[in-house]
């Protein structure tokens, strides 16, 4: 899902001065950076469980339209929030492209989505159905709610279990695994809400990171990230190396200072940058689990 791991596209300053064109305007919609991101997430998951290469390049065009979907959705139904508090990093709430331009394609590349992971089989198309319609429910329906953090858990959660039912035959995921996506899921969500409470509230958004406040959230955020790289680190039963034992001391670092720069009120563009660092270190220690992660 966009604006997801951490990676908020509002972070980028205004790109948009009335001359760029109606394509470039519907990749910008996208959310490229998260869904760059997020695709490489279960690329690098499929090549660490040793999925066929052909596999792997299908789960990553799979995905990449996934969230390519998910980030036009969420574009097409903000824009009048957008507008309402003059976002400089949309372009559909800068007028540079139609509203309904953004949501055809957002609906296309969904159920594209879908049939390009047909290959991988019936339960890894479900999965990444279930996957879809839940990152969909957010920008649609749960942003606004206590459950806002729900599609972010459940989303996250099913990103291993898609990738070891994309196997061949195809199996599950070991419990510890799809946890410690929703904990991924969990600190995304608090990340990319924060710097936005302010006009989120204008406009009426009112999720669970809004709920709780700043320092509370930055505990979530903290408490995700740390929780995350422990079940990945103490999870699998083979016994964690010394690499994974720096991870773990690295996560809970960033997470200090995670909790530093909230508590201080300093949400600025370095709280980004370290939970960045941090879901990178969670997905390299999901990566180093290889074979660990199936069941």
């Not at 049939?115 to 279930?130: D, E, F, I, K, R």
């Not at 329906?141 to 099913?158: C, D, Q, R």
């Not at 710097?195 to 995700?224: C, F, K, N, Q």
């Not at 039963?237 to 690295?250: K, R, T």
Request: glycine residues 10%; proline residues 5%.
């Amino acid at each position: 899902m966009n604006r997801a791991i951490g990676v908020r596209s509002s972070a980028a300053p205004a790109l948009y001065d009335g001359r760029v064109p109606k394509a470039a305007a519907l990749v910008l919609s996208t959310h490229p950076v998260p869904a760059a991101f997020v695709t490489v997430i279960a690329v690098v998951l499929g090549i660490g469980v040793g999925l066929e290469p052909w596999r792997v390049v299908v789960l990553g065009v799979a995905f990449l339209a996934n969230q390519v979907s998910v980030g036009l959705s969420n574009d097409w139904i903000d824009a009048d929030r957008d507008r309402a508090v003059g976002r400089t990093d949309k372009p559909v709430a800068q007028g540079l492209i139609a509203a309904t331009t953004v949501r055809n394609a957002a609906f296309v590349t969904a159920g594209l989505a879908v049939l390009l992971t047909l290959p991988l089989g019936w339960a890894a198309t479900v999965a990444h159905a279930v996957f879809i319609v839940s990152a969909w429910s957010y920008n649609a329906v749960l942003k606004s709610t206590a459950l806002s953090v729900a599609p972010y858990i459940v989303s996250f959660g099913l990103l291993p279990l898609i990738v070891t039912l994309s196997s061949q035959p195809p199996m599950l995921a070991a419990a510890w695994a799809p946890l410690a996506g929703a904990l991924l899921g969990v600190s995304a969500h608090f990340a990319n809400v924060l710097p936005d409470l302010d006009e989120d509230r204008a406009t009426g958004v009112s999720g669970l990171p809004h709920r709780l406040g700043v320092r509370a959230s930055g505990l979530v955020i903290a408490g995700a990230l740390v929780g995350a790289s422990a079940l990945v680190v103490l999870g699998p039963a083979a016994s964690p190396g010394v690499a994974q034992f720096v991870g773990l001391g690295l996560s809970a670092a960033i997470s200090i200072g995670c909790v530093v720069l909230v508590l201080s009120q300093r949400i600025s563009r370095l709280l980004f940058v370290l939970i960045l660092v941090g879901a990178l270190v969670n997905v390299a220690l999901l990566a180093l689990s290889g074979r660990a992660l199936l069941a």
